[in-house]
């Protein structure tokens, strides 16, 4: 078993559609929660960074960390073509460490 | 400021030629990382550096990998000899104490 899985998608959705995407891990360790942004032919792009459980956001994008189930959902809210993209989550145990990361979500955004 | 530089973008050779890639990391990150990406693996980690030292190799793939940071803002990875399943898209991130930030990535076909 992976220490943390994401559904590869592809996930299709209207402009304007909240979107949810999903990630469970394994490692109680994990601390630091990321959400990485990868577009095609592009290096990943650090969105979101949480460390505590609950939610945190940043304009039409909202981070969700529920520790107890080992479960991290990143939301968003008024979706645009322009974030079809791959969703990467990514995950440490303490700040000077190696990031852990998911196989990625892709994001189509409909017109 | 400028972000992770890596060179060459692309790289194009045939099987049992050395490449070496390389990265410059952004002014005063500590840390750096060689990733690969491909569709069947997605990301994997090969090695990380913390402070110029070697801290994690266990993602290299096997010896004739190697990986080195000969002073604070410059990393190379080398592979020799290489073979076709060494093809990727190969990235570089720094970081000064988590969420990495990436390099564009080198994308590396051998025939």
């Known amino acids: 078993q992976k220490e943390v899985e994401q559904d590869p998608g592809p996930l299709s959705v209207p402009e304007g559609a909240i979107v949810s995407l999903n990630c469970t891990y394994s490692n109680s360790a994990f601390q630091y929660f990321m959400w990485y942004r990868q577009y095609s032919r592009k290096g990943p792009e650090l969105l979101m960074y949480t460390y505590s459980s609950g939610n945190k956001e940043d304009g039409r994008f909202t981070a969700q960390v529920d520790k107890s189930s080992k479960y991290i959902s990143l939301f968003i809210r008024d979706s645009q073509p322009s974030d079809s993209a791959t969703y990467l989550c990514a995950m440490m145990t303490g700040t000077a460490s190696k990031l852990t990361f998911g196989t990625g979500t892709r994001l189509q955004v409909t017109l | 400021d400028a972000g992770v530089i890596q060179s060459p973008r692309h790289e194009v050779t045939e099987m049992g030629q050395e490449v070496t890639l390389r990265c410059k990391l952004i002014s005063g990150h500590n840390s750096l990382f060689w990733y690969r990406q491909t569709m069947m693996r997605g990301l994997e980690l090969l090695i990380y550096f913390n402070n110029n030292v070697p801290i994690d190799d266990s993602g290299m793939p096997e010896d004739r990998f190697s990986a080195k940071m000969p002073n604070a803002s410059f990393s190379t990875l080398k592979i020799q000899p290489s073979e076709p399943r060494d093809s990727a898209v190969y990235f570089c991130?720094?970081?000064?104490?988590?969420?990495?930030?990436f390099g564009p990535g080198t994308r590396l076909l051998v025939l």
């Open positions: 991130a720094s970081s000064p104490f988590g969420g990495e930030n």
